[in-house]
């Protein structure tokens, strides 16, 4: 099992920044990705950014250039730090970690986070 618990969202206004952290607990040596999803009101969940065990990065083009995904291996910790933020980036923000099990995955989802983007 693991166990994962964000942090850092908030209410700022667009153009600003903010950093979401979620620290890992748990069977965190088994994680391969670690990643951030976001659903907004009405729409589906989306992939905002994974890392991987190796450290490469993968971006939704929405975000590209303006967040950045990074981990801390020794803290098992992943942040997302968001930049120049926009009014379509509110939503509910959730930690994922994933682990790669034969041809197949298990997912495991912190509680979420609220970010919301004021114009």
């Known amino acids: 099992q693991v166990q994962l618990v964000e942090s850092g969202g908030g209410l700022v206004q667009a153009g600003g920044s903010l950093r979401l952290s979620c620290a890992a607990s748990?069977?965190?040596?088994?994680?391969?990705?670690m990643g951030w999803y976001r659903q907004a009101p009405g729409k589906q969940r989306e992939l905002v950014a994974f890392i991987t065990n190796d450290g490469s990065t993968n971006y939704a083009d929405s975000v590209k250039g303006r967040f950045t995904i990074s981990r801390d291996n020794f803290k098992n910790t992943v942040y997302l730090q968001m930049n120049s933020l926009k009014p379509e980036d509110t939503a509910l923000y959730s930690c994922?970690?994933?682990?790669?099990?034969?041809?197949?995955?298990?997912?495991?989802w912190g509680q979420g986070t609220q970010v919301t983007v004021s114009s």
């Open positions: 748990g069977a965190v040596f088994s994680i391969n990705h």
């Open positions: 994922n970690a994933r682990i790669l099990i034969g041809m197949g995955t298990r997912d495991y």
